[in-house]
């Protein structure tokens, strides 16, 4: 028996990255996993098919998370194909790397909109339709500790993001609901190679004491810990999957 048998969940964002190995690990731990993608239908339909030939049950659902009536549609889409929810991970994000002084309105309300408006809604949504002793998962990153130059509209909203899982885990704590946040460092991701020279991630790799670039299946190795039954004691926190590269 897998521990998530007879369980249900959303990941946002699950076609590539971190968010395939959740939905990957989630599905081989028993639940019936739903996930969104924003546009790669290809990539989606992958994860469908390799979830599917190792025993469990995936459902891929076209979402923007910048929008909020796509995300509330998401849950709609959701709770129908799955039969309820118990279970929501936000995984999907937006990174630009602007300084301060190249910074554009669009490039501000691109990356709130995906990173803060959106999740915040989508918590929401959980709040109203997950059953009672489920979990809530958000993603973040090690770079609202980290600071570092560019990283400004990046590293504020997921900022705002872990601050609203503090808050969630108090108000939706009565119904036995966990609300949780997963900073993760430097991991092998299309968004990682994207804002990052060759010689970065060897320096970035270089700096951890483990000497290596996180894997997907590290993030959700921890994941799939804090949506399980040995977590249920543990909400409002923020677990760091890092290699050990923060103080």
Request: proline share 4%; glycine share 10%.
């Amino acid at each position: 028996m897998g521990a998530l048998d007879g369980r249900t969940a959303l990941v946002t964002g699950g076609s590539r990255g971190i968010g395939r190995g959740v939905v990957e690990r989630l599905a081989a731990d028993g639940a019936a996993v739903a996930f969104s993608y924003r546009s790669d239908v290809e990539a989606a339909d992958a994860v469908v098919d390799r979830v599917r030939s190792q025993g469990g049950l995936a459902h891929a659902l076209r979402a923007d998370q910048a929008r909020v009536d796509e995300v509330r549609l998401l849950f709609d889409q959701a709770e129908e194909r799955l039969g309820g929810l118990d279970i929501l991970v936000l995984n999907a994000a937006s990174l630009r790397v602007p300084t301060f002084a190249d910074a554009t309105e669009d490039d501000y309300e691109h990356v709130f909109d995906t990173n803060v408006r959106g999740p915040f809604f989508a918590i929401q949504e959980a709040g109203r339709r997950l059953r009672d002793n489920g979990r809530i998962v958000t993603l973040s990153t090690v770079n609202t500790v980290v600071r570092s130059p560019t990283l400004a509209l990046y590293a504020g909203s997921k900022a705002a993001l872990e601050q609203f899982t503090v808050v969630a885990a108090k108000e939706l704590g009565s119904r036995g609901i966990t609300v949780n946040t997963v900073s993760p460092g430097a991991t092998e991701t299309d968004m990682l190679r994207q804002a990052n020279s060759p010689e970065a991630l060897e320096a970035l790799a270089a700096s951890t004491p483990l000497r290596r670039i996180g894997q997907p299946e590290d993030i959700a190795n921890v994941v799939a810990f804090l949506v399980g039954p040995d977590a249920a004691w543990v909400t409002g926190q923020n677990l760091r999957a890092e290699g050990g590269i923060t103080p």
